[in-house]
Structures are given as C-alpha cells and as structure tokens.
C-alpha cells in the first residue's frame, strides 16, 4: 500500500469500491467515466504500470477485462469497447497506480469513431484520410 495513492485508499465500503475481484486484482466504475458502464481493473499491488506486474498479476487483469465485459453486456449492451492502458506520464498517467480503462463505447457517442486510441495523438490519428 503506498500513501497518497487514490487506489491504495480504495476499499469495498468507498463510492467507487471494488465490484469484482480475484486474488491479485480488482474491479471498480471509474470516478470520472468517459462512458455509461467505464470501469478500471487495478492490481491490489501498488506498481507504477503494465511492465510493473508480474505475468500471474497481468493474467488476473485480462480475466477481470473479461468479467467486466460480461458485467457491461448484462447491463448496458455497449456496442463496442476500448481497452487501454497509460504507462508513464509521457503517455498520459496521472495516477502511478497501475490501472486498465474498460470502456463501453455506444454508436453515435463520437461521430466518426475511426482510429480509436489513435486519437491520443490527434494529427496521426486518421492514417485513412492519407495527411
């Protein structure tokens, strides 16, 4: 457990508090979800990121993607799904506890969808439009 870290702190009585869980990770709704259903998978170990895990962590992260997917089928029938990762804050993370973003995505919530996390870098995005 490290101080300071907002998923450390998680625990099952918080708002956003684990949802599901096998022995080396966890489910939770993102506090500040992108769309209806946006889940986190986090490891209970603090590691900084993906390459901080060991192999059984990273196998018990992809299982809860899964199960969180089943959870979003269930509940909101999302018509697609981006998985992503931030490792290291020249990538975007902000919080340097590792965490997978599962978001269910819905047709019509972008208009032009293409690309997906291509848009992390907007002006690479669309390799289609030929720029």
């Not at 901080?52 to 992260?61: K, M, Y």
């Not at 509940?75 to 975007?92: H, K, L, T």
């Amino acid at each position: 457990m490290e101080q300071n870290c907002p998923f450390c702190a998680v625990n099952e009585t918080s708002e956003h508090g684990p949802m599901a869980s096998n022995a080396l990770a966890h489910i939770c709704l993102d506090g500040f979800p992108v769309s209806k259903g946006h889940l986190l998978i986090i490891p209970n170990r603090h590691a900084s990121d993906w390459f901080d895990l060991t192999s059984a962590e990273q196998q018990a992260i992809m299982e809860l993607v899964k199960q969180g997917k089943q959870w979003l089928e269930e509940r909101y029938q999302p018509d697609g799904y981006n998985i992503g990762m931030n490792c290291g804050a020249a990538a975007g993370q902000t919080v340097l506890h590792m965490h997978c973003h599962l978001i269910p995505r819905y047709a019509g919530d972008q208009h032009d969808p293409r690309g997906g996390v291509r848009w992390v870098i907007p002006e690479k995005a669309d390799y289609w439009s030929g720029r």
